[in-house]
């Protein structure tokens, strides 16, 4: 009974010093006891590289979605300027159909890309949406 108590609570220790990330290896010999604790630093130093891997990668999400939308900005805040010059041009209805069309893909494509940055965001972190109670009515009648 004292002998699984103990292993229980140097097990215990373990798994604590493992999740704080002060885990160390300590010397071993071939008894059971040193197998199991050799076992169970092997699947928490395999854990820590784990949640490593998993937040550089995160990292490099966030990064990389950052990078594109800080790439498309200039261009399409261009293009809508562009077009917004175009349609106070006087125009044929047909040049005047192209160019509302031309901005209405723009602002699908702006809209895209705004939601592709949230979604990253929600994603890595980055903000947390908090859900609350509100009155359902009053926002349908702010919406409309």
């Given amino acids: 009974m004292i002998g699984e108590r103990k292993l229980l609570a140097r097990l215990d220790q373990m798994l604590e010093d493992g999740i704080n990330g002060t885990l160390a ?19 928490l130093t395999a854990s ?43 125009l044929d209805a047909q040049s005047r159909q192209l160019a509302e069309e031309i901005r209405t893909q723009a602002e699908k494509l702006e809209f895209l890309i705004q939601s592709l940055v949230k979604t990253s965001r929600l994603e890595t972190g980055t903000f947390q949406l908090t859900p609350e109670v509100n009155d359902v009515e009053e926002l349908v009648r702010a919406a409309e």
């Fill in 48 to 90: 820590k590289l784990s949640r490593q891997n998993v937040e550089r990668e995160r990292e490099k999400l966030k990064e990389l979605v950052s990078d594109i939308s800080h790439q498309t900005k200039t261009p399409l805040a261009n293009i809508l300027l562009y077009t917004q010059l175009l349609e106070e041009q006087e």
């Fill in 25 to 43: 290896e300590s010397d071993y010999d071939e008894s059971w006891f040193s197998q199991l604790e050799s076992r169970w630093f092997q699947y």
